[in-house]
């Protein structure tokens, strides 16, 4: 007895597809099958190093890159500003560069900067491993070593100030005034720390929604001896921490800025 016509068609249809979506998954798998793509997003990465041409440079304080989820990488070569077009196809991520901002940076920050934008771009091959990103080039020439690395919270990480900012340039601390300069924002209203030699504390109001820092100064301080370029340090942290600021928290980095673009940059220490 003949099948039903439409039974028929079904049949006739089945057999048909059956071979189209194997090719479609041996398609989609090929190369790439048991590949997935490299877990970028949702992580911050902090540079560690980067290495061009078998010179390989240690990242400065303030490096990072974070991937967005819409095939974007932003970040800091610790000097300026970075955004770039990613494209991710199981462990190979393709870098298009795009745009960098244009401050005036310490030389060896520059250094570091031309060597991580010569890395950082065309095709890279990725390897991750306990927290660690590694994107290489398929010759080896190029290779840039990333860090996964918690955010901290504005209040109670300890900041150490690494720079100055004048409008759009960022500049080192001046040479000679040491490593001493830090602060924390506490729970309690105070903001308290170290201008370079003497310590300080003040009243500080915290306003999360403008992105506001007043300090209530002047600071009461210490009263040590400094050498020349810490009392000169000194003297700019202590001008500047009295009245309001306006802040940028970005990963581990803070900058600080006041209403004329006077300002400091820090990086996160152990919270206390």
Known sequence: MPKPRSTLAAAVLLVTLAPLTACGRGGAGG???????????GTHWTVAAVTVDGSRSKAPEGARVDFTGEGRAQGSTGCNRFGAAVAVAGATVTVSSEEVTEMGCPEDRQRFETAFLAAFTGPLRGTSADGALTLASSDGTKKVELTAEASVPLRGTSWKVDGLVSGDTAASLPAGSGEKAR?????????TGNLGCNGFSATAKLDERARTLTVEGPAATTRMMCTGPQMALETKLYELLDGPLSYRLDHRALTLTDGSGEGLTAVAGPAQ
């Open 31 to 41: 190369a790439g099958a048991g590949d997935p793509d490299l877990p970028l997003t």
């Open 183 to 191: 602060f924390v924002i506490g729970a309690d209203g105070r903001i």
